[in-house]
C-alpha cells in the first residue's frame, strides 16, 4: 500500500501538472482513481514518467506510441494501460 504523506501526495499532484490540458486531464483522473494505492514504486515510475516532454507523454497515453528504452518496464506499461482506460 502507498506509504505517500499529504505533502508527498501534494508534491506528486504538483509534478504531475502539464502544459497541455489533455496530459493534465488524464493524469488527474489517474491519480483520482489511483493515488491512494501507490507504491513507492509507482510514484518512481509517475516520476519518469513526468520527465517527457508534453507531445511525448501524450503520444504514450493516447497509445500513438508504446514505452521504449528506459520507460519501457512492467510497472510504467501497467501505469499507461490504467491511464489510458480511464
Given at each position: 500500500?502507498?506509504?505517500?504523506?499529504?505533502?508527498?501526495?501534494?508534491?506528486?499532484?504538483?509534478?504531475?501538472?502539464?502544459?497541455?490540458?489533455?496530459?493534465?486531464?488524464?493524469?488527474?483522473?489517474?491519480?483520482?482513481?489511483?493515488?491512494?494505492?501507490?507504491?513507492?514504486?509507482?510514484?518512481?515510475?509517475?516520476?519518469?514518467?513526468?520527465?517527457?516532454?508534453?507531445?511525448?507523454?501524450?503520444?504514450l497515453?493516447?497509445?500513438?506510441?508504446?514505452?521504449?528504452?528506459?520507460?519501457?518496464?512492467p510497472?510504467?506499461?501497467?501505469?499507461?494501460?490504467?491511464m489510458?482506460?480511464?
Amino acid at each position: 500500500m502507498s506509504s505517500l504523506t499529504e505533502l508527498d501526495r501534494t508534491r506528486l499532484r504538483w509534478r504531475a501538472r502539464r502544459g497541455l490540458l489533455e496530459n493534465d486531464l488524464i493524469i488527474t483522473r489517474y491519480l483520482d482513481a489511483y493515488e491512494t494505492q501507490l507504491t513507492d514504486d509507482d510514484v518512481d515510475a509517475l516520476t519518469r514518467l513526468f520527465e517527457l516532454g508534453d507531445n511525448d507523454l501524450l503520444d504514450l497515453l493516447l497509445a500513438r506510441k508504446e514505452p521504449e528504452g528506459a520507460l519501457d518496464t512492467p510497472q510504467l506499461r501497467l501505469i499507461i494501460k490504467k491511464m489510458r482506460e480511464l
